[in-house]
C-alpha cells in the first residue's frame, strides 16, 4: 500500500488550485448578453423575413435575430450593406430546426461557452467551449464568426456554412468536425 504523506497531499492539492484558478475566462468587458426583443429592422430581406440586428457587426456581415414565421428566430448571420439593401443575404444559422421565441438570449458568458437560450431558459444552441481557455468572441471581415484565447482559436463556424448558405450548424458531433484550431494571429 502506499500512503501520502501529509505534506505531499496538501501539494497536491495546491497544485490543482492553481491549475482551476489558471484557468482563462472571458474579462467582463468581452461577455455579452443579447435580447431577441424590440423593433424590426427597416430593410426588405430575402424571403420577406423580419430581422432583429444585433451589434456584432463585421462589414459586410451582421448577427441577427430572424424569423420568416411569427415566434420562431433564429441567430443568423447576413450579408450586405445598407446601400445595397435588395441583397441581404443569410448566410448561416445556429438553430435552424430548433428556434426561439421572443426575449431569447444570444450570450457570451465568463466560462466561454457561446449560447443561445429561449427566454424561458431552454438551450436552442450552444458552442460546447465552456472552460476551453476562451477569452473573446469575434465576428471577422470574412464572415467567420471565432471564439479564441490569447494565442488560437478555440473554434470557429465552418467554412462550409459560408460556402452553402442556410447550412446547419447544430449543436451536434457532425458540426464539431467541422471546426477548426488555427492561430489567432494568423486571423486578424
Known amino acids: 500500500m502506499c500512503f501520502l504523506s501529509t505534506s505531499s497531499l496538501l501539494s497536491i492539492?495546491?497544485?490543482?488550485?492553481?491549475?482551476?484558478?489558471?484557468?482563462?475566462?472571458?474579462?467582463?468587458s468581452s461577455t455579452f448578453k443579447h435580447v431577441n426583443q424590440g423593433d424590426f429592422g427597416d430593410y426588405i430581406v430575402e424571403y420577406d423575413g423580419n430581422y432583429r440586428a444585433l451589434d456584432i457587426f463585421s462589414s459586410p456581415f451582421q448577427l441577427c435575430f430572424y424569423n420568416t414565421t411569427p415566434n420562431a428566430y433564429t441567430l443568423s448571420l447576413r450579408m450586405g450593406l445598407v446601400r445595397s439593401e435588395s441583397v441581404f443575404r443569410w448566410v448561416w444559422e445556429?438553430?435552424?430546426?430548433?428556434?426561439?421565441?421572443e426575449n431569447a438570449t444570444f450570450s457570451l458568458g465568463k466560462d466561454g461557452n457561446l449560447v443561445l437560450a429561449d427566454a424561458d431558459g431552454r438551450m436552442a444552441w450552444q458552442s460546447n467551449t465552456t472552460n476551453k481557455g476562451v477569452v473573446g468572441f469575434k465576428l471577422l471581415p470574412n464572415g467567420n464568426m471565432v471564439l479564441h484565447d490569447d494565442k488560437v482559436i478555440v473554434m470557429e463556424t465552418a467554412k462550409k456554412a459560408l460556402q452553402f448558405p442556410g447550412l446547419d450548424e447544430e449543436n451536434s458531433a457532425e458540426s464539431s468536425k467541422n471546426m477548426a484550431r488555427r492561430s489567432f494571429a494568423d486571423k486578424i
Open 13 to 28: 492539492l495546491c497544485i490543482i488550485l492553481l491549475i482551476s484558478l489558471s484557468q482563462a475566462q472571458v474579462p467582463p
Open 94 to 101: 445556429a438553430n435552424r430546426g430548433n428556434p426561439v421565441g
